[in-house]
């Protein structure tokens, strides 16, 4: 299992910006085009390994989405989007993120304390995104079963779980080696 997945890893190009290698790759950045088996892999390994005895998947804007969405028709569970942009919504919460790269502000709507989610994203790196959001989560007493990244490069991880106290799991651990795409382990290994 994940063959497709290793195999858009493997290949990825390399874009070097300032100190920092971007990987571009279907999961994190939607080009090339991701196959439909690929997204279908991802979501059958989450579905295998991760507890979804949960109320709503809970994705992050932009390259959460079609995770949460696939997911979602997978397993019947509805999701939410935390979103970049505000509505002001009357529920509406409000997240400063700083990432490795710069700062924004997240909006979490339609969670509600005692509910039990999932949450998911594409990639931590940082670690900055996922530590803004589950604190935030765990602020509002959102019940969070689980944490899944499909991507883990670097440190981040480690960085989120000691901040956060939530463990998060990881399908795949990379990193740039040499200008190439160097996959550690899976979450098959």
């Not at 290949?11 to 080009?31: A, L």
């Not at 959001?133 to 499909?150: C, F, G, Q, S, Y």
């Amino acid at each position: 299992m994940l063959d497709e997945v290793r195999k858009s890893l493997e290949t990825s190009p390399i874009v070097k910006k300032g100190e920092y290698n971007y990987f571009i790759n279907p999961i994190s950045d939607g080009i090339p085009s991701m196959k439909p088996s690929m997204l279908r892999e991802l979501t059958d390994i989450i579905i295998k390994h991760v507890n979804l005895d949960i109320d709503k998947i809970v994705a992050i804007e932009a390259m959460g989405i079609h995770l949460a969405t696939a997911l979602s028709l997978a397993t019947d569970i509805p999701f939410v989007i935390i979103r970049k942009r505000q509505y002001g919504l009357e529920d509406e919460i409000e997240i400063h993120q700083k990432t490795g790269y710069g700062s924004s502000n997240l909006y979490i709507n339609d969670l509600n304390a005692g509910e039990k989610i999932l949450l998911i994203d594409d990639v931590v790196s940082t670690g900055g995104t996922l530590i803004s959001t589950l604190n935030a989560l765990k602020e509002l007493d959102i019940d969070i079963k689980a944490a899944v990244v499909v991507i883990e490069k670097g440190e981040g991880k480690k960085i989120v779980e000691k901040e956060t106290n939530i463990p998060i799991f990881s399908v795949v651990k990379l990193n740039v080696v040499d200008g190439k795409v160097v996959i550690e382990k899976t979450i098959e290994d």
